[in-house]
């Protein structure tokens, strides 16, 4: 079975560096290597050695291709350099604040000269609404272009800055399922994924989801917000989510990220779990954790 991965982080020298700047405001400039230490992580060295290395974990574990996402704003340049490395292995994510002045510029030139495939958005992070006139020149870009959108909806933390002390001045209200509905229902030829089943907007994801056949679902991480809804297991999110949205629209991932802990086998061996605790047949297994990514990114 092919095994395909659309949520692993990019972590780059500027992530780093912007995490340096925040926590560091007093310094022009914080190296990336001395934030990865506070961390307890690897330096990511170039973006070429990084995505060298990012290609050597997935060949351990049989990973054909992955999604990279540039996890800082202004960072596209940053996995264009790992794609045009790799590009049978990688596709390009980027973050991208939707609120800046010069968004639909970045956007366009992200999917255009740079050749990214998805523009990543967290406004619950950058604060705007997903249903904003702002996002919605975000989708016209997408559409020309024949990219994909990811929406952070729901629950929202930053391993890396809670591990730094930096605050998270987050409002989840504006990652709302329903709102990004309303957007993504007037463009039905971009595909449209929310991580993490909506991150505890799950009933909101699933309503989002079966009113607009754009949305699909990313699977990844460890979903501990389920947490927040008693009872609730994993094996009852998949079976849910098959029930409404079907297996078309469920798109694996990890949330991997930081080195050395690399790929994150655990979450993939709990989604396998899941499901086969469902009895799902082979081919529905075969669309979640390959053939849908081929399908929106061949």
Known sequence: MILNDTHCHFFSDRFFQALGHEKYCQLAEVGADRIASELGWDPPGTPEALADRWVAELDHHRVSRAALIASAPGDEESVARAVAKHPRRFVGFFMLNAAEPDAPARAARALGELG?????????????????????????????????????????????????????????????????????????????????????????????????????????????WVKYVPGLTLADVFRRALAVVGPDRLIFGTDSSFFPRGWHRVICGAQRTALDELGVEAGVSEKIFGGNFERIFP
């Open 116 to 224: 990214l495939r998805c523009v990543c958005l967290f406004p619950a992070m950058h604060r705007y609404r997903l249903d904003d006139e702002r996002v919605v020149r975000v989708f016209e870009i997408a559409a020309a272009h024949r990219a994909a959108i990811f929406a952070h909806c729901g629950y929202l933390s930053v391993g890396a800055r809670v591990k730094l002390g930096i605050p998270s001045l987050f409002d989840l209200r504006l990652g709302d399922p329903l709102a990004l509905a309303a957007t993504s229902v007037h463009f039905p030829s971009v595909p449209v994924i929310v991580p993490h089943f909506g991150a505890g907007f799950f009933r909101e994801a699933l309503m989002a989801a079966e009113i607009c056949p754009s949305i699909h679902l990313d699977t990844s991480s460890s979903n501990s």
